[in-house]
């Protein structure tokens, strides 16, 4: 049963968490509400300073391009200004929401090529590391890429066929699918460097220096069944990095629902695989 707005806000209240829930709309979105303080536009400066220095290395070009179309990197992004960029690239917006929201919202506005971005920013104090998922990560992350059209049908396919997956029982293997390409995702394009693309390299300072460049950062080829049943590490490097030959095999890997059926219902229930063994 799908949870309320009422429910989840006194629920991430409970747990602590830092958005205001409290205003969600139904769709649990919210206003961007552009007031932000000196403070926090100097913390933006500084993260996107800061992190620029690597993606300008080690990214893939479809984040670098989409960096400089929707240029995010002076001040804290307005929704609206990215969101008339991104609809004429890609046809994809951006929603405000006031952090996590529940899997079945977040879905739904996937497959209506609506991207949630929390509307609050870290501190200072939290520039290497933040619990919660903020804009920075969101936004620095996860849109520039949005731009790239293959990569965005497949953001829309995975909205579109998450929850019909999961109800097969496949949650956790869509889950790792996410994980390992949206957030953790190489890409080697033949003749190309190694580059990276996904949202959690972006946002993270060291992560994204270890996955691309160490000899100690383990790469494996990309296979659609190997990625969905290997386990991940939430709060430290992931001992696996997927590699792709190019988003067009990442879309069209998931394409096929019925081979993602057939996956699902070959390993659900059973044990994950251990990303340093493959």
């Not at 990214?59 to 400089?68: I, K, T």
């Not at 972006?202 to 000899?215: D, G, R």
């Amino acid at each position: 049963m799908t949870m309320s707005v009422a429910d989840y806000a006194r629920e991430c209240a409970a747990q602590g968490l830092r958005g205001d829930y409290s205003v969600c709309r139904a769709d649990f979105t919210v206003e961007q509400s552009y007031n932000y303080t000196a403070d926090e536009q100097a913390v933006w400066r500084t993260l996107c300073d800061r992190q620029t220095k690597l993606t300008k290395k080690l990214a893939h070009r479809s984040y670098l391009d989409g960096v400089a179309t929707l240029g995010l990197l002076d001040r804290i992004p307005d929704f609206g200004v990215v969101s008339e960029k991104l609809r004429k690239l890609t046809g994809w917006e951006i929603v405000a929401v006031p952090g996590l929201i529940p899997a079945p919202a977040f879905f739904v506005h996937l497959a209506a090529r609506r991207f949630p971005v929390t509307n609050w920013l870290r501190t200072n104090q939290e520039l290497d590391y933040i619990v919660e998922p903020d804009m920075f990560h969101d936004f620095f992350g996860h849109v520039p890429v949005l731009t790239q059209p293959v990569f965005a049908d497949f953001m829309q396919m995975y909205g579109e066929k998450a929850e019909h997956l999961i109800a097969l029982g496949g949650d956790e293997m869509i889950s790792r699918l996410y994980w390992y390409t949206v957030e953790y995702g190489l890409i080697q394009e033949a003749g190309q460097p190694l580059k990276a693309f996904g949202a959690g390299l972006m946002s993270s300072f060291a992560e994204l220096q270890f996955a691309v460049e160490s000899k100690d950062a383990h790469h494996v080829p990309f296979d659609l069944e190997t990625v969905m049943r290997t386990s991940y590490e939430i709060d430290k490097f992931q001992r696996a990095y997927f590699v792709l030959p190019s988003f067009d095999v990442l879309r069209d890997a998931f394409q096929n629902v019925a081979d993602m059926a057939a996956i699902i219902g070959r390993h659900k229930g059973k044990p994950a695989l251990d990303p340093a063994k493959l």
